[in-house]
């Protein structure tokens, strides 16, 4: 029953091992726990700043990382516009350059063709007075074939000759 109603004495020395070890807890171990528990704060409250750094940080490349996104999707838009442009005017330039090559073809063909009429022509114009010569020449040997229808084509020339001068 000591237990449940101690005597003065006990109660005494018990008082006493508490301020003692009180005592020598409060001189050499709280200020190490002290010590301990604040820079255990102090680590805490660094991981904390550092990691709301690190999420700013995070969000700031997150936001430039769109930024460059976005300026690479209007670069890419840009490119696209110029080689559409590029393109619609290389098809422009070569429609063109080929109806030019188109027209010095058609005109080296109309001009070829000219040619080849004025040379058929010509050669056709020589052949009909080669045959009008040896036509003529047929006619006048044939009528000139006695002296006097002779003396008489000589009266006449020379009568056109006079009348012209």
Do not use: C
Not at 26 to 50: H, M, S
Not at 100 to 115: G, N, T
Not at 154 to 164: F, G, H, P
């Amino acid at each position: 029953m000591e237990l449940f109603k101690p005597e003065f004495g006990l109660v005494f020395w018990m008082f006493f091992v508490f301020v003692v070890l009180f005592a020598i807890l409060a001189k050499y171990a709280w200020p190490f726990i002290i010590r301990n528990i604040d820079e255990r704060a102090e680590f805490i409250d660094k991981g904390v700043a550092y990691s709301q750094e690190a999420k700013m940080q995070l969000d700031h490349a997150t936001e430039n990382a769109q930024a460059l996104l976005a300026d690479a999707h209007k670069q890419q838009m840009e490119i696209l516009r110029e080689a559409a442009q590029m393109k619609s005017q290389i098809v422009e330039e070569a429609k063109k350059a080929a109806s030019e090559e188109a027209k010095k073809v058609m005109d080296a063909a109309a001009v070829s063709i000219e040619q080849a009429r004025k040379e058929s022509e010509q050669q056709f114009r020589n052949e009909v007075s080669a045959f009008a010569l040896q036509i003529a020449e047929k006619l006048m040997r044939k009528e000139l074939s006695n002296d006097k229808t002779q003396l008489e084509m000589i009266d006449k020339l020379l009568n056109d000759i006079e009348t012209k001068n």
